[in-house]
C-alpha cells in the first residue's frame, strides 16, 4: 500500500498547459482503468475531477483531461487559469475495494 | 442535493478513542459503498477503509487494521469510524466518502479533525 508518485510541484504561466504524473506499480495503476484525480483548494474537501483515467463529471472543466500509460497516469490541464492554482491528489483502485492515492502534487499559477 | 456531515473529531490523547460519524443525505444511502479517507497536516490523502453498501463486507488499510473499525446505520443514513488504540500519527482530518461505480468518490463531507496528543 505505498503511496503513488507525484511530482510535489508544478507551476505554469495563464494560458499555458501543464502535466501531473502519477506513478504506481502493476498492483494498481498498471492493472486497471480506474485512476480518479482530485482538486483540492486549501481548507477545502477535495473535488472530483477526472474518473476512469479520463471521464469528466458533470461540471467539470473541458480543460481537465487525463490519460494512462501503462503504470503511469497523467492530468492535463491547459488554458491554465488563476483559479486551477490547488493542490492535485490521484487515486487508484487496488482491487479488493481497496484504493490508494498519490503523494499530491500543488499546481502554481504564475 | 448530495450531503455528507461528518462530527466527532476531537483532541485525544495517545491510546485514547473517538467515533466519527457521517450524516448522509440526498441520495439512497443503502445503495452506495463508503469509505474513510484521511489527510495529515500538510500530507496527501490516504484511503482509511471501505464498507459495502449492506455492511457486510469492509477493508482496511495495513496502518489501521485492527485499530479502527468501520460500521453504518442504513436506516440511519449513517456512516460510522470506531478509532481505538490511536496514535499520534493518526493525526488528521478524516473525510467519508460516497463511492461510485466503485472505483472513485463523487462527493466528500467537509471533513473532520483528529488531533492525538499528550
Known amino acids: 500500500q505505498s503511496a503513488l508518485t507525484q511530482p510535489a510541484s508544478v507551476s505554469g504561466s495563464p494560458g499555458q498547459s501543464i502535466t501531473i504524473s502519477c506513478t504506481g506499480t502493476s498492483s494498481d495503476v498498471g492493472s486497471y482503468n480506474f485512476v480518479s484525480w482530485y482538486q483540492q483548494h486549501p481548507g477545502k474537501a477535495p473535488k472530483l475531477m477526472i474518473y476512469e483515467g479520463s471521464r469528466r463529471p458533470s461540471g467539470v472543466s473541458f480543460r481537465f483531461s487525463g490519460s494512462k500509460s501503462g503504470n503511469t497516469a497523467s492530468l492535463t490541464i491547459s488554458g491554465l487559469q488563476a483559479e486551477d492554482e490547488a493542490d492535485y491528489h490521484c487515486c487508484s483502485y487496488a482491487g479488493r475495494s481497496t484504493y490508494v492515492f498519490g503523494t499530491g502534487t500543488k499546481v502554481t499559477v504564475l | 442535493d448530495v450531503q455528507l456531515l461528518e462530527s466527532g473529531g476531537g483532541l485525544v490523547q495517545p491510546g485514547g478513542s473517538l467515533r466519527l460519524s457521517c450524516a448522509a443525505s440526498g441520495f439512497i444511502f443503502g445503495s452506495y459503498a463508503m469509505i474513510w479517507v484521511r489527510q495529515a497536516p500538510g500530507k496527501g490523502l490516504q484511503w482509511v477503509s471501505t464498507?459495502?453498501?449492506?455492511?457486510?463486507?469492509?477493508y482496511y488499510a495495513d496502518s489501521v487494521k485492527g485499530r479502527f473499525t468501520i460500521s453504518r446505520g442504513n436506516s440511519k443514513n449513517t456512516l460510522y469510524l470506531q478509532l481505538n488504540s490511536l496514535r499520534v500519527d493518526d493525526t488528521a482530518v478524516y473525510y467519508c466518502?460516497?463511492?461510485?461505480?466503485?472505483?472513485?468518490?463523487?462527493?466528500w463531507g467537509q471533513g473532520t479533525l483528529v488531533t492525538v496528543s499528550s
Open positions: 466518502t460516497k463511492v461510485a461505480g466503485g472505483d472513485y468518490f463523487d462527493y
Open positions: 464498507i459495502s453498501a449492506s455492511g457486510d463486507n469492509t
